[in-house]
C-alpha cells in the first residue's frame, strides 16, 4: 500500500479528487495518511476532517526564518513516513532539503501545460490570467515529478483543455480542474502505486498494465 502525504494550501478539490478516487477504486493501492497545510484555514483541512484523515498545519508565519520553517514542513513529512508526497495545490516552493529526501517520490499538479505558464510567479489564478492575457486557444494541466527547479521535473501526465470565448480566469481555472487536473492527478497516483512510471533522465515513460 502506497502511503500518500497530501500537501495544500487552499481549497482542496485536488484532494478531493484524489480521496475520491481512492474511495471508488480508479486509484488502487493507495492511502492518504496525512494532510498538510501551510494556511490553517483552508478549507482542504475541513475535507481531511470529513475524510477522516489526519490534518496538520506547518505555517511559516509560525517561524522566525524560512530555513526553520522549511525543517518543520520536512518534519511534518517524515513523521508520516509517505512512499509519495503529493503537492496538490500546495503554493508554496518546496524547500530543498524536502526534494533531497524524496528524489522522484514527489508529484504536482500545475493547471497549465508546461512548459507554457510555469514557473516563477506562476501560480493559481494568475496561471490563468496569464494564458488568457497571451490569448492562447488551449491550456490544461500537467502532473510532474518535483526536482530542484520550479516546475521544472519530468512530466507524467499532461491533458489540454479548450479555451473559449469570453472565459474569465475563474471560468478557464474551474474548466480546467474539471476536465484536466481532477483527471490526472488521480491517473497519476494510481500508475505510481501499480509501479507503472519510469523515470529516465527528464522523461518518465509509463509501463503498459500487468
Ligand atoms: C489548482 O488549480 C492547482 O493546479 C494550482 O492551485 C489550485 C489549487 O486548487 N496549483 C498551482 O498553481 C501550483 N503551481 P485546490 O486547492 O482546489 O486543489
Known amino acids: 500500500m502506497l502511503r500518500l502525504v497530501v500537501c495544500v494550501s ?3 478539490t485536488n484532494l478531493q479528487a484524489i480521496i475520491d478516487a481512492i474511495a471508488d477504486g480508479r486509484i488502487r493501492n493507495a492511502r492518504i495518511v496525512r494532510v498538510i497545510s501551510n494556511n490553517p484555514g483552508a478549507y482542504a483541512l475541513e475535507r481531511a476532517k470529513k475524510a477522516g484523515i489526519e490534518g496538520v498545519c506547518v505555517s511559516p508565519k509560525s517561524f522566525e526564518t ?6 518543520a514542513l520536512l518534519e511534518a513529512i517524515k513523521e508520516a513516513d509517505p512512499g ?8 508554496v516552493a518546496i524547500p530543498p532539503q524536502v526534494v533531497k529526501a524524496y528524489p522522484g517520490q514527489i508529484i504536482n499538479i500545475h493547471p497549465a501545460l508546461i512548459p507554457s ?4 510567479g506562476y501560480y493559481g489564478l494568475k496561471v490563468h490570467e496569464r494564458a488568457l492575457e497571451r490569448g492562447v486557444k ?7 515529478f518535483v ?11 499532461q491533458k489540454a483543455v479548450e479555451v473559449k470565448d469570453g472565459d474569465t480566469p475563474e471560468v478557464l481555472q474551474r474548466r480546467i480542474m474539471e476536465e484536466a487536473e481532477w483527471v490526472i492527478m488521480p491517473r497519476a497516483i494510481d500508475l505510481i502505486a501499480q ?8 522523461n518518465t515513460r509509463i509501463l503498459p498494465e500487468k
Request: hydrophobic share 40%; charged share 20%; net charge negative.
Open 10 to 12: 487552499g481549497g482542496g
Open 66 to 71: 524560512r530555513d526553520l520553517f522549511n525543517d
Open 84 to 91: 509519495l508526497v503529493v503537492l496538490a495545490g500546495f503554493l
Open 117 to 120: 505558464f510555469c514557473g516563477k
Open 138 to 144: 488551449v491550456s490544461g494541466a500537467t502532473c510532474h
Open 147 to 157: 526536482d530542484e527547479g520550479l516546475d521544472s521535473g519530468p512530466i507524467i501526465l
Open 195 to 202: 509501479g507503472r512510471v519510469v523515470i529516465e533522465g527528464r
